[in-house]
């Protein structure tokens, strides 16, 4: 925890390093932060700030926009959240995150099942082709592996090459199944959504 000299007292900050390929897991870590009175105020590839505030003061949400963050086809649409008292506390490529004072009441962002529907769509698309790449880096990584292993004078890189080729395969593992379970979610929205038509 670091404190610093702020206008009209000392300001509380905390960093915290996570990484969540889960945007709802996320979105309750923050709101039980903001619960205990630790308000998000950027994110950084993994590295979040907090600030301490009155505990309970915000509501987290994430989304994932149809079009890159700096896109201008998203501004009617983030200013229309602006006009609603919605705030944008961090977007980076195409994630945004919003808070919104609880006092408010309750913060959804998709109040309809299209909505959610079109936003598991988003991110079953977003995240199925960065899946595969990172296969094919496996692959890519597994036949340097045979390559350094068949004593072609390559023996040095094998370390290397093995720990790329691990972590390549558990990214690769989390991004699919990431994609997967919001393919699943979106799916078994549909299906309800044709039941209750």
């Given amino acids: 925890m670091i404190r ?6 000392i300001e509380l900050v905390k960093r915290v390093f996570r990484f969540y390929f889960n945007y709802e897991k996320e979105e309750i ?5 903001a ?3 630790w308000m998000m105020k950027s994110f950084f590839l993994g590295l979040y700030r907090f600030t301490l505030e009155m505990p309970g003061e915000y509501i987290y949400r994430i989304e994932m926009l149809p079009h890159l963050v700096r896109n201008p086809k998203n501004q009617p649409y983030l200013q229309f959240l602006q006009d ?9 490529f195409v994630w945004v995150t919003y808070r919104r004072k609880a006092s408010f009441g309750p ?6 099942i299209d909505s959610r529907i079109a936003h598991y769509s988003r991110i079953s698309r977003f995240l199925f082709p960065l899946g595969l790449i990172e296969l094919l880096i496996a692959v890519f990584q597994g ?4 390559i350094a292993l068949s004593g072609n004078g390559y023996e040095k890189q094998v370390l290397p090459t093995v720990f790329i080729l691990l972590a390549a ?3 690769a593992f989390v991004i699919l199944s990431t994609a997967w379970r919001s393919r699943k979610k979106s799916l078994r929205l549909t299906k309800e959504k044709q039941i209750l038509e």
């Fill in 107 to 112: 913060f959804d962002i998709y109040s309809d």
């Fill in 169 to 171: 395969l558990c990214l």
């Fill in 35 to 37: 619960q205990q009175g």
């Fill in 143 to 146: 036949y340097s592996l045979f």
């Fill in 4 to 9: 610093r000299l702020k206008k009209g007292g």
């Fill in 84 to 92: 609603m008292g919605i705030e944008v506390i961090s977007a980076w």
């Fill in 29 to 33: 870590w923050l709101n039980d932060m």
